[in-house]
């Protein structure tokens, strides 16, 4: 699939593509989709505790992430899948507020999906996106 150009930002990203063997963006012609994005300190992997910390640096891991890839961040992004463990006020409401901070200027389809298990035993947040690059 040599079309296909796939992103892995250093740190974490490399460290799961080599322990995982995935990446964390792909980039389809004005696309770019992004692995799901955990609430982890990119250079150690160590999950902050607090559930509105983990948002806000999954959040800011999305971004980095977009931007690894080539884009321009959260406001190219269209649509937004978020896994919870658990789902409840606490957690949207960070995922709102994070919404208005990130995108002011619109406001992305999304699904949210409470859960019972994600990838690794601290992470209670995961986040996909999928952003347009116009030409």
């Not at 150690?44 to 607090?50: A, C, D, P, S």
């Not at 789902?87 to 409401?93: G, K």
């Not at 601290?122 to 690059?133: C, G, P």
């Amino acid at each position: 699939m040599s079309h296909l150009q796939y992103f892995s930002y250093k740190g974490v990203g490399e460290q799961k593509r080599q322990k995982f063997r995935y990446s964390q963006a792909v980039r389809i012609g004005d696309r770019i989709e992004c692995a799901g994005q955990g609430g982890w300190d990119r250079e150690t992997g160590e999950f902050y505790k607090e559930i509105n910390a983990q948002i806000d640096q999954a959040f800011a891991n999305v971004e980095h992430n977009l931007k690894d890839a080539g884009g321009e961040g959260w406001n190219q992004v269209f649509r937004v899948n978020s896994y919870h463990v658990p789902i409840n006020d606490e957690a949207l409401a960070a995922m709102v507020r994070n919404f208005e901070k990130y995108m002011p200027g619109h406001q992305p389809i999304w699904t949210c999906v409470g859960v019972s298990r994600l990838g690794e035993d601290d992470m209670r947040v995961e986040i996909e996106v999928v952003a347009h690059l116009p030409n």
